[in-house]
């Protein structure tokens, strides 16, 4: 079993940066692909950013390229999505999840919420 606690979220202006971290309880996260994904209000879950449980692979969508990196410090346990220049349509409930299969993801923590002002 894993469990996923998120951290990080708050409020920030437009342009500004955020670093979102998740920490893994329960087995070690090492070998668990882990990923980020937000619901803002009204609107499906999507997908942000995953990356595999080595590190050595990442992938990102359309809206977070260029601007969300994902990265993981296994020692620590701990996934994180840095995020820059920050628009208001960022602003959404950031989830983190973890899966040991290429299909589905697994576990997820609670949420931290996010919110870009202009």
């Known amino acids: 079993q894993v469990q996923l606690v998120e951290s990080g979220g708050g409020l920030v202006q437009a342009g500004g940066s955020l670093r979102l971290s998740c920490v893994s309880s329960?087995?070690?996260?090492?070998?668990?692909?882990m990923g980020w994904f937000r619901q803002a209000p009204g609107l499906e879950r999507e997908f942000v950013a995953s990356i595999s449980s080595t590190g050595g692979n990442t992938f990102c969508a359309d809206s977070a390229k260029g601007r969300f990196t994902i990265s993981r410090d296994n020692a620590k346990n701990t996934g994180y999505l840095q995020m820059s220049g920050l628009k208001e349509e960022d602003t959404a409930v950031y989830y983190c999840?973890?899966?040991?299969?290429?299909?589905?993801?697994?576990?997820w923590g609670p949420g931290t919420q996010v919110t870009v002002s202009s």
């Open positions: 329960g087995n070690t996260i090492n070998r668990y692909a």
């Open positions: 999840a973890a899966r040991d299969k290429p299909t589905g993801w697994d576990y």
